[in-house]
């Protein structure tokens, strides 16, 4: 599918049409690096000191870089919420962030944790947001980012600089229904959101109570032991997962229960299965016609023309959308002459989103830009992602002081990729 138009007219210095242009699935993969931050594009960039401790206490912060170039007018330290949003300050507000630089928490890591509802054994995203302008004004880029652990018990935490994979854990106790008496083996498997089954330990318990001490997991992600019931009725089971790389890998928690009857009773079962059908579709739908950016000065700007996400799967694999810029061609006075892709950047924008769906970041143009890599307008990791996502972004094109006056014409490729980890 492809949306191209020939250039139309000039206006002002020089005129520049957009074409939006080639919506093809299955073109580009996101790196591994990409899967593991949810805000900030940096991660790594900001510390804590102490790295790690009771959570009772207030560390400093401090940064190893400046805002980037555009966003050096004021920055801010914030929490981020499971749903990506980023409303709890953090610190008081910095202004100028030309350099490096530093700050002291307004609360305690453990009161952090409580505004995040983050629960003991959890990981949180703490994120620097820089702004164009002085005291949190004009456009915000969220840039430096690091990851908490907390413990089980929530009386400690360590900083990571990547969010840990999720794990799953399933359990199941045998047989069941059981009589009073009868030994029940309870069985709990792990699975990290990659497949594998990391080293750790399972705590088992009934009624909330615990069944013995934690049972280490083989290399299928499979621990089990025994117990007993003294009473009928329906017990209440869960394994609680403790990965031995908490940096790595979050904890995960199974509930289930066993049914208990009295002795002397008689009972059987029959097994049950289904398989459920993948069903849905993905679909990308890039509105037609030519975006034309308006210049001003040294300058052009203009909006992408709506781009629309809709994703109905039931296997909910992820997705990305991407976008990269061609060179700019001239005609008429300025044939021969050309205005490099690069020199185009953007700011994700979107009217709405579907579950789970994060838009990219701003992308400025000249350094990077749109042109030599092409840069995420939305994604969603696996398990996320369904609905409709409408798409869009304000585009500007810096021009370069030797462009020839006249016309040019580019185009701007629009990818998804139909899964992600």
């Given at each position: 599918m492809s949306w191209r138009k020939p250039a139309l007219r000039r206006v002002g210095r020089v005129a520049l049409l957009l074409g939006v242009a080639t919506a093809a699935v299955g073109g580009m993969i996101l790196g591994a690096g990409?899967?593991?931050?949810?805000?900030?594009?940096?991660?790594?960039?900001?510390?804590?000191?102490?790295?790690?401790g009771p959570t009772s206490s207030t560390p400093t912060w401090s940064t190893t870089t400046a805002c980037a170039a555009g966003f050096q007018g004021s920055a801010v330290f914030r929490e981020v919420h499971s749903d990506g949003t980023t409303t709890n300050t953090i610190s008081p507000t910095v202004n100028g962030t030309t350099a490096p630089f530093s700050g002291t928490l307004q609360a305690s890591i453990a009161q952090i944790q409580s505004a995040g509802g983050i629960p003991n054994g959890g990981t949180q995203e703490l994120v620097v947001i820089c702004f164009s302008?002085?005291?949190?004004?004009?456009?915000?880029?969220?840039?430096?980012?690091?990851?908490?652990?907390?413990?089980?018990?929530?009386?400690?935490?360590?900083?990571?600089?990547?969010?840990?994979?999720s794990?799953?854990?399933?359990?199941?106790?045998?047989?069941?229904?059981?009589?009073v008496g009868q030994t029940v083996t309870l069985t709990a498997t792990e699975t990290a959101a990659d497949g594998t089954h990391p080293a750790g330990s399972v705590q088992f318990q009934a009624g909330g109570s615990?069944?013995?001490?934690p049972v280490a997991v083989n290399a299928s992600g499979v621990a089990s032991?025994?117990?007993?019931f003294a009473a009928a009725g329906t017990q209440s089971l869960s394994a609680?997962?403790?990965?031995?790389?908490?940096?790595?890998?979050f904890s995960s928690t199974s509930t289930a229960t066993e049914t208990v009857q009295p002795l002397g009773s008689n009972s059987g079962s029959e097994p049950l299965a289904v398989s459920v059908p993948a069903s849905g579709s993905f679909t990308l739908t890039v509105a037609p016609g030519t975006v034309t950016l308006t210049v001003s000065g040294s300058g052009a700007t203009g909006a992408l023309n709506p781009i629309t996400v809709?994703?109905?799967r039931n296997t909910t694999p992820g997705w990305s959308v991407s976008g990269q810029a061609a060179d700019f061609t001239g005609s008429g006075t300025a044939a021969g002459g050309s205005i490099p892709g690069n020199q185009l950047g953007w700011a994700p924008a979107s009217a709405s989103l579907g579950t789970g769906v994060t838009l990219g970041g701003t992308v400025a143009p000249g350094s990077p830009g749109l042109g030599t890599t092409a840069a995420v307008l939305a994604s969603a990791h696996a398990g996320s992602g369904s609905g409709t996502s409408a798409l869009g972004a304000n585009l500007t094109l810096?021009?370069?002081a030797a462009a020839a006056a006249g016309s040019y014409t580019s185009s701007l490729t629009v990818t998804a990729v139909t899964s992600l980890p």
């Open positions: 990409a899967a593991r931050a949810s805000i900030g594009k940096d991660p790594g960039t900001v510390q804590l000191n102490p790295a790690n302008g002085p005291s949190l004004t004009g456009t915000s880029d969220p840039e430096m980012d690091l990851f908490i652990n907390y413990s089980a018990d929530g009386s400690t935490y360590s900083t990571n600089t990547f969010q840990p994979l794990t799953t854990t399933t359990l199941t106790g045998s047989p069941d229904p059981a009589t615990t069944i013995g001490a032991t025994t117990t007993t609680v997962f403790t990965p031995t790389n908490t940096t790595s890998f809709a994703d109905t810096a021009i370069p």
